[in-house]
Structure formats: C-alpha cells, structure tokens
C-alpha cells in the first residue's frame, strides 16, 4: 500500500497505536510517498488501515512488493496454488501419449522396475536435458537404443506335449518302456510281448537266433510276468524276443 507523507501523517494524528504497527512496515519511494510493505503487518491492523483510509477517501493500490510470487497473503498464495496446478495437469496432459507408449511396451514385456526406470532417465538426460514432456517417439528411440541393456520379462516355457499312447490290436495301450513290476504283473498277455518287442527294437544290436541260449523250463510264465523291467532285459539278452513271447504264450504257470 502507498501513502503519502500527509496520510501517513493523518494516520498517526487519528489512531497512534495503528500508526506504531504500520510504520516498521513503511519506507520512503520518494515524491513524498511512503510503501507499506503489508506482509509485515499482522491482519488484524492490515484490516483497520484499509477501514481508516476507506473512512478518509484515501484511494490505495498495491504496491508491486506487496503481491507477487513471494507473497504470504491469502488471496496470493491461492492464485499460487491454483497456477501450479493447472501448469501441472497440463504437463501431465502433454505426457499422457507418451506414457501410454510405455505401458504398450510393458504389455509386450518390459519390466517396470527401479533399474529400466534409472536407465530411462539418465537416457533422457543425456540425450534431451530439460524436457518435460515425454512423447511416444522419444519412447520409442530411448527402447531401441536400450533393448539389450533393459530388463524384460522372461517367457514361461512351452508345456510339455502329452504323450502319445499307442493302442494295441487288441484294444489295449502298450506299456511304457519303464513300466514298474505292478504295471507288468497287470498287463495282458498282448502288452507284455508288445513291450518285449519293443525293448528288443531299442537294442543296439542283435543277435541270431542260434546264439541265444535255450530258456530253461524253471522261468516260467508267472516269473516272466511277475520280474522287474530289468530282469526282464536281462532274459531277452540272454533267451531272445522269440524264446520269450513263447514262454509268455504258453498255459504253464
């Protein structure tokens, strides 16, 4: 608020005690004119001078220290306030497509974490010192110029396909090669010389017919039925696919 040096005077003539808080707040501008700095007057006596000089017709304007950016009164900091909000939705606005490049990218698999995050912004600083607006092609130079260095997520491995089970002529499912001693005391006749068959195939030879030795008559089928895979191994090696599928035909337990 500015005054002249005869208000001021008028001032202290009418209320010498609104005078006393007001004047540690006035200082001289020149041409007899005196600036109340009105931030260093509590509200109470910044409300009674602004009654004494609307009571007096005296006309006062802010002075320019009195408002501005720096300024403690309400009406200031609320225009402050209000400033920096619409300035900050704007900025958000104007990053709005830029993030959304972002989040495709996380979508297809880039990780959101503290170490992509630090290595963005370096990149920003290096290449773009000072902007605040991020845009979608500055997302996109910034993931190509980083792709091998930036944390992606690792892709779940394919399932296993299931196993295919083959079916018998005689309607049944083979035995697996590493079926258990419950498994081929179980079995059929017909699975029990398929998995015999096929365990000879997977040999890595094999031997003529002469070489093998005769199965004695004390292996019976009941034994054959009810050995481990390995047993069973063993006797084809030593008796032969034919020697066996025969015992395995027979009626004799």
């Known amino acids: 608020m500015k005054l002249t040096t005869y208000q001021l005077g008028a001032l202290r003539k009418a ?16 041409n007899d004119q005196v600036e109340i700095d009105l931030t260093k007057v ?6 009674l001078l602004e009654n004494w000089a609307q009571e007096n017709n005296i006309q006062t304007e802010p002075s320019q220290s009195q408002h501005g950016k720096y300024c403690g009164c309400e009406d200031c900091f609320n ?3 209000a400033s920096e909000s619409a300035a900050q939705k704007e900025v958000e606005k104007q ?25 963005f912004m370096t990149f920003l ?4 010192s000072g902007i605040q607006v991020i845009r979608p092609d500055l997302v996109d130079a910034f993931v190509a110029a980083k792709k091998q260095e930036l944390h992606w997520k690792v892709p779940e491995p394919a399932p296993s ?12 499912p083979e035995l697996p090669l590493d079926a258990g001693e419950l498994m081929m005391h179980r079995a059929s006749k017909a699975q029990l010389q398929d998995l015999s068959r096929r365990l000879g195939e997977g040999a890595s030879h094999q031997k ?6 005769p199965m004695p008559p004390e292996i019976t089928r009941k034994i054959l039925v009810n050995c481990s895979r390995e047993k069973l191994e063993q006797y084809r ?16 337990m």
């Open 42 to 47: 509590d509200k109470l006596h910044c409300k």
């Open 79 to 81: 225009k402050h306030v």
């Open 95 to 119: 990053n709005a497509p830029g993030k959304a490049r972002l989040l495709e990218y996380i979508k297809q698999g880039l990780l959101d974490d503290l170490f992509n995050r630090n290595v």
């Open 15 to 30: 209320d010498a005690t609104l005078y006393a808080f007001v004047l540690p707040a006035a200082h001289g501008v020149g």
């Open 161 to 172: 396909p299931e196993p295919v089970v083959r079916t018998l002529a005689s309607g049944e």
């Open 125 to 128: 600083d290096e290449k773009f």
């Open 237 to 252: 090696r030593i008796y032969g696919n034919s020697a066996i599928d025969a015992r395995l035909q027979s009626q004799v």
């Open 208 to 213: 003529a017919a002469f070489a093998f030795q």
